[in-house]
């Protein structure tokens, strides 16, 4: 069986309705951390936002004033000594200096955000991927890796969004907007007032629009994650899609999870255009109600003709901001949306970690005293259970010998794996405990168990890359240490003989490798990394006659004077081991050698009698 199991049935549930969710600023302030690097750069952005605000403020007011000019009305005193064509011009010139103050402010404080932004967003993703990979595999158990993929892509995508152009933006638009209203009150305050409350039936309505969008986005970031998980789902196993015919199948099952999708995005848009067209409506009714209460103002002779369309001006302007943090609503409540399943995902406990005081670790070797060998494996009443209460493993109790080759059989189901994947710290054991060379495995660093004991699996993983970064997987080898590896895995000579030798590319997983070569670099892998222990989960099961007996070969040398776990299902193959522990249902009903096991006439003397029938049914 695969070292890491099938996903449970449950994974491609629907997704379960969203957390309660967590206060905005709260969330805000989880991003905080990340601002620090970028700080000066984020408070001379912030910095620009007066200069730029204030030039856009007094723009209507400059065009007010020359409206006055013309009709000779009441205007700024310094203007009424200058003759009317010198007035326009002074008045054109500042109306010119503010916009080019606009134009050049805005547009370095929107470089200096898209930094900040891209900047913050790479640290977040930086940041996700390194809990991702440093979480435990139930874990991964119970996540599609298409919602992971979704997290660290579009949702840290949104966030950036968040970050380039709506964070600042929104603190502009406010600062605008108060401008603005400080503006118009020193101007006429009736006008001023019957804008301000214009804008409290807005209000409640972005809070309302607000409300439901996020509800609606939350949804659209679940489905999507469905969407990514069954892409990613059928794309890994194509084969297995065409050979069984299921692509109309799982085309309808991919059209049903699409319509869900779009559904969700439908009710976002809705909200998202609601708002703008109410926005824009309001918007329009202020500048009616400027007009007909400024037009009486105006015929009462309490305010020039100039201040009125300045009021006009302002009434856009007023809405302006409003609009725009309309706009930028959409991608912030999106934002929000990313933050809340960014920070699900980072605070995913991380559940096997190093032992406390790193100091104080032992590394296993460190107690084998001169006249030992190292590499003792003690299970001590070892329970394990990958769901609450449903023990896969129980009480096992063994200890392997430093050196001993033991090969463990059992039924399907047994709990063979799950040993190995205890001994490796993949997961923990629920009671019991596991040493090695005396030592609890907890207490030994991740990263030296894992180079003390080396695995080989049926399917070995192989990444895109060429053949001497898959097998030192980044780590210092030289080429001669890994051709020496290579010699001993009878991998060499294949190797040679491609184009690039030890540079050859491999293509994703390996496509351009056959089944036993993979193997084969496998063991290479292994090899390379000396370890005192070495785990053959059903290493040999995909070779064919030629290749296993090339690798027979190589095992008889790997597995010199190392510990050895053997599971293999075919028993022929483990024949010679020192001892074999037979397993049912998770417990360990038999032990001994092959011999030995025969004479007890067991479970594992019934199996191998099974396997030699169908063996000679087959010869017949
Ligand atoms: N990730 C998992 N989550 C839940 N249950 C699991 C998981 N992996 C395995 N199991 C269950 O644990 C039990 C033992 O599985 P294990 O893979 O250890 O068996 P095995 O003896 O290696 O089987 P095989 O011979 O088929 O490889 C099985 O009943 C299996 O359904």
Known sequence: MAFFPPPPPDRQDRPRPPRPRENDWRLILKLLPYTRRSRKLLLWSILLLLPVSVAGAIQPLIIGQAISLLRSEAAWPYLEKMTLAQGLNFLAVLLLVTIIIRVIFSATQGYIIQQVGQDITAQVRQDLFTHITSLSASFFDRTPVGRLVTRIASDVEALGDVFASGAIGVLSDFV?????????????????????????????????????????????????????????????????????????????????????????????????????????????????????????????????????????????????????????????????????????????????????????????????????????????????????????????????RPGEKVALVGPTGAGKSSIIRLLCRLYEPTKGRILLDGIDIRDIPQAQLRRYIGVILQ?????????????????????????????????????????????????????NLSGGQKQLLAFARVAIRKPRVLVLDEATASLDVGTEALIQQALEELLKERTAIIIAHRLSTIRDVDRILVLKRGELIEQGSHEKLLEQKGLYASLYRLQMLGAAELLS
């Not at 807005?202 to 409300?211: K, P, R």
């Not at 051709?483 to 001993?488: N, P, R, S, V, Y």
């Open 176 to 400: 605008y907007f108060v401008v603005i209203l400080i503006t118009i009150f020193s101007l006429q305050w009736q006008l001023s007032l019957m804008l301000f409350l214009m804008l409290i039936p807005v209000t409640g309505l972005i809070i309302y629009f607000q409300q439901q969008y996020r509800k609606a986005n939350y949804q659209v970031r679940e489905e999507l994650s469905q969407l990514n998980s069954m892409l990613q789902e059928n794309v890994m196993g194509i084969n297995v899609v065409q050979l069984f015919r299921r692509e109309r199948f799982n085309s309808d099952m991919f059209r049903t999870i699409n319509k869900r999708y779009r559904m969700e995005v439908d009710k976002t848009i809705f909200h998202d255009s609601a708002i703008s067209a109410t926005l824009e409506w309001v918007g329009l009714v202020a500048i009616a109600g400027v007009l007909g209460l400024g037009g009486i103002f105006v015929v009462k002779g309490m305010i020039t003709l100039g201040t009125l369309s300045a009021f006009i001006l302002y009434g856009r302007r007023l809405f302006d901001p409003i609009r725009q943090f309309a706009d930028k609503f959409t991608m912030f409540q999106a934002g929000f949306t990313a933050i809340e399943r960014i920070s699900e995902l980072l605070s995913e406990p991380i559940e096997i970690r190093d032992p406390e005081i790193y100091q104080n670790a032992i590394s296993p070797g460190q107690i084998i005293s001169n006249n030992q060998q190292g590499g003792e494996i003690r299970f001590e009443n070892v329970w394990f259970a990958y769901k609450a209460h449903e023990y896969v493993l129980k009480n096992l109790d063994f200890t392997i």
């Open 459 to 511: 399917e070995s993983f192989l990444f895109a890359g060429d053949i001497k970064r898959n097998i030192t997987l980044g780590e210092d080898y030289s080429l001669d240490q890994v051709k020496e590896a290579a010699q001993l895995t009878n991998i060499n000579q294949f190797i040679e003989e491609l184009p690039q030798s030890y540079d050859t590319v491999l293509r994703e997983r390996g496509a």
